[in-house]
């Protein structure tokens, strides 16, 4: 079912674009099986990160347990209703205790709760305790954009801002209310050092491919990390409901090669450093 609509995507996405002769496969793959919501989709995105998968994995298991629990509760409920019925059980029975039932009513829930808690602090300790890391980006919100830094140290020393592409100037491959004009760029396989701020209201920087959500709070510096592994366009969006430009502040992320990670570093250098942009995060204080 999956790789059906990931064929049919992808047909869809090379005859539309009709550059089927200058993608290549590998290309075209990862275009289609990049992260962004398709029509009729359900379940969570193909992930591109082991964060991402982990995340997935729990979200599975627990949609697994709640519905054992349901499914348990809702039986449990029928029963009594047929077989404790008035017309089943005219002359109810007067008992009030039972220990072994109470024991069990206690300790099956806690016994739940710690076969939730364990793979859940597991996965959050994943997330927060970083790796050593290859790169640093800081991601800042503002109403209602995205601005991106990369710091010097790190063979950077630009910022610039990320705003969305109006429907009517998007490119044929490009996503309404997804797409942005200055988009973030990663090296795959690296280990990408996240810092989320805002610099006005509250935001929150979200790529579901990666399995990645971190809220954008004023005057606090919030980290994660991720690494990628495979290349490919991944498509966010502000997750917090920050205002009525909030739909329209989308996160684009573009994984590229080592190579050609290098090279945009060194374009991005002179693009943003000719541009005059200033940061806006003077306005954060
Ligand atoms: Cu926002």
């Known amino acids: 079912m999956r790789i059906g609509t990931a064929a049919l995507r992808s047909t869809i996405t090379i005859s539309l674009a009709g550059l089927a002769a200058a993608l290549t496969g590998t290309a075209a793959a990862a275009q289609t ?3 962004l919501p398709h029509p009729w989709g359900v379940g969570l995105q193909n992930m591109a990160t082991e ?3 982990d995340a997935a994995s729990f979200h ?3 949609v697994w347990l709640i519905a054992l629990i349901s499914l348990f509760v809702a039986g449990l409920l029928v029963a009594i209703v047929i077989k404790f019925g008035e017309r089943q059980n005219p002359t109810p029975s007067r008992t009030t205790h039972n220990t072994l039932l109470e024991v069990a009513w206690t300790v099956v ?3 739940i709760l710690v076969a939730i808690a364990i793979p859940s602090f597991r996965l959050l300790r994943e997330q927060l305790v970083i790796p050593k890391h290859d790169l640093v980006v800081k991601a800042t919100g503002f109403a209602w954009y995205w601005g991106y830094e990369y710091p010097a140290d790190q063979g950077g020393g ?3 801002d990320s705003n969305m592409i109006e ?7 490009q996503p309404r209310l997804l797409a942005v004009d200055n988009e973030m760029v990663v090296p795959v396989g690296k280990v990408v050092r996240m810092q989320v701020t805002a610099a006005d209201v509250l935001h929150s920087f979200a790529v579901p491919a990666f399995g990645f959500k971190l809220d954008a709070i004023p005057g606090r510096l919030n980290e994660m990390w991720f ?3 495979r290349e490919g366009v991944y498509y966010g969006q502000c997750s917090e409901l920050c205002g009525n430009g ?3 502040m989308p996160i684009t992320v573009r994984v590229v090669s080592e190579a050609a990670y290098t090279q945009w570093l060194q374009e991005a250098k002179t693009k943003f450093a000719s541009t005059g942009a200033q940061p806006k995060l003077a306005t954060a204080q």
Do not use: W
């Not at 429907?167 to 491959?173: F, I, M, Q, S, T």
């Open 33 to 35: 099986e990049g992260g």
């Open 51 to 53: 964060l991402g998968r």
């Open 60 to 62: 599975t298991y627990l």
């Open 109 to 111: 829930p806690v016994l």
């Open 158 to 160: 630009f910022k610039f």
């Open 167 to 173: 429907a009517k100037d998007l490119k044929p491959g």
């Open 227 to 229: 690494r990628a592994d």
């Open 246 to 248: 909030h739909p329209y």
